[in-house]
């Protein structure tokens, strides 16, 4: 299956500080991707989308200002956490829709995720 | 009402048992029909992806699509301690917006 990578792993940052996490696309060129949250023993939330070089679609109660996406390329997208709050700890996972990188495979991949990032804020 | 609906379990079952999940959706435009699986901290992962109304196999898994029932299931076969986990249905109409179930966490006892 495809490979999605997220960095870090796990975080733990004081309140009123900015976090930023990354989601990469290992094999394959990542179209879109998309980002949620998901609390524990819930299932997960879409938080936005988003179309590489494209500004992102975010949902319903979700604070753009908040959460600042950027996916300024095939294979990476970020999501930055800005004046994080205790109310923001929660586990962040982003997943990954593309075509492989070898087109003449005419591989497509529906949505991958990565392997999730914890978010304590103290 | 949710538009996807998921029996949350418990479900726990002796090893070896067949694992039987499934999930009932309102919206007759969802077209796509995924199962994942999400062990505990750890991100979803795909194991089966349909898009017609059938049966789909891969090895101890079988993904079933009654579209006229709006109904999905998703049988484990042989089941094993390992399978222990969430496994989420999550579907979509054409688009990107996959709408997910709340979950069902299965517990296979050795």
């Known amino acids: 299956g495809a490979v999605v990578s997220q960095h870090p792993s796990r975080v733990i940052c004081k309140s009123g500080t900015s976090v930023k996490i990354e989601c990469r696309s290992l094999d394959f060129q990542a179209t879109t991707m998309f980002w949620y949250r998901q609390f524990p023993k819930q299932s997960l939330m879409l938080m936005a989308t988003?179309?590489?070089?494209?500004?992102?679609?975010?949902e319903q109660g979700v604070e753009k200002d908040k959460f600042l996406i950027n996916h300024a390329s095939l294979t990476l997208s970020t999501l930055t956490v800005t004046s994080a709050h205790p109310e923001d700890s929660s586990f962040y996972i982003c997943?990954?829709?593309?075509?492989?990188?070898?087109?003449?495979?005419?591989?497509?991949?529906?949505?991958?995720f990565g392997p999730g990032t914890r978010l304590t804020v103290t | 009402q949710k538009e996807v609906e998921q029996d949350p379990g418990p479900l726990s079952v002796p090893e070896g048992a067949i694992v039987s999940l499934n999930c009932t959706y309102s919206n007759s435009a969802f077209q796509y029909f995924m199962w994942y699986r999400q062990y505990s901290r750890k991100g979803p992962e795909l194991l089966m992806y349909?898009?017609?109304?059938g049966n789909k196999e891969d090895g101890r898994f079988t993904a079933q699509v009654d579209k006229s029932s709006k109904y999905i299931s998703l049988f484990i076969r042989d089941s094993q301690p390992s399978d222990s986990a969430t496994y989420l249905c999550a579907i979509k109409a054409a688009g990107n917006k996959l709408t997910f179930g709340g979950g069902t966490r299965v517990l296979v006892k050795p």
């Open positions: 988003s179309n590489e070089g494209s500004k992102a679609t975010y």
């Open positions: 997943s990954a829709r593309g075509q492989h990188r070898n087109w003449s495979l005419a591989r497509f991949y529906e949505q991958y």
């Open positions: 349909t898009y017609s109304s």
